[in-house]
């Protein structure tokens, strides 16, 4: 239910701000986004794991969190981060 390191790192270079970056509020938002997807997909698998449903309610509070940062800190940047991830419709 975690991702690869693969498609950590993949992201991390994506959304790094220079090359030894992997703390920024962007490079967070993107992993949990990408964790969040995949248990959201294990959820509709198995709706009756609800360990998994807390961790996924937990993962989404801390993006909602780093997302209000990453707004109230670069207006600009926090838009193009819900356009590229897809959180908005």
């Known amino acids: 239910m975690s991702i690869t390191k693969e498609k950590k790192k993949e992201l991390t270079t ?15 938002v993107s992993i949990l986004t990408e964790r969040i997807n995949e248990l959201t997909k294990h959820l509709t698998t198995n ?6 449903q ?6 989404v ?4 969190r ?3 940062y990453l707004e109230k800190q670069n207006v600009e940047i926090y838009r193009k981060i819900i356009d590229q991830l897809a959180l908005r419709n």
Do not use: A, F, T
Not at 16 to 25: F, L, M, R, T, V
Not at 61 to 64: H, Q
């Open 66 to 68: 780093h997302l209000n």
């Open 14 to 28: 994506q959304y790094q701000k220079h090359k030894k970056d992997n703390g920024s509020p962007e490079v967070q």
């Open 54 to 59: 807390r961790g996924l309610i937990m993962m």
């Open 61 to 64: 509070g801390k993006r909602r």
């Open 47 to 52: 709706p009756k794991d609800y360990q998994c």
